[in-house]
Nanobody, 123 residues
Framework: QVQLVESGGGWQQPGGSLRLSCAASGSIFRIGAMGWYRQAPGKERELVAIITSSGDTNYFDSVKGRFTISRDNAMNSVFLQMNNLKPEDTAVYYC?????????????????WGQGTQVTVSS
């Protein structure tokens, strides 16, 4: 059974930093693109950053220059370094990944989501 588990959320003052981690586990054959989304209360979920299996990245405009996405393919993990945090960054953050895994029928590919981790930025 494949799952994504996030960690590293919490409270931080404006201007501070947090680092989110997300690890995939299970009978994994290969992981494609991985990313981070966020959802603030009353708003739709939005893409924050994405990283391909080869390391190419893309960011939501409001986080460019402040957030950095990275991954460790050997550890099946993706990270989000968040610097210069702002109150508007407050949200539940979710990691996602396209994962090819070993199944009873061979290999299958699905899109997986983590359970989410709360990030709160306030003074």
């Amino acid at each position: 059974q494949v799952q994504l588990v996030e960690s590293g959320g919490g409270w931080q003052q404006p201007g501070g930093s947090l680092r989110l981690s997300c690890a995939a586990s299970g009978s994994i054959f290969r992981i494609g693109a991985m990313g981070w989304y966020r959802q603030a209360p009353g708003k739709e979920r939005e893409l924050v950053a994405i990283i391909t299996s080869s390391g190419d990245t893309n960011y939501f405009d409001s986080v460019k220059g402040r957030f950095t996405i990275s991954r460790d393919n050997a550890m099946n993990s993706v990270f989000l370094q968040m610097n210069n945090l702002k109150p508007e960054d407050t949200a539940v953050y979710y990691c996602d990944a396209d994962i090819t895994y070993y199944s009873n029928t061979g290999v299958d590919t699905e899109h997986f989501w983590g359970q989410g981790t709360q990030v709160t930025v306030s003074s």
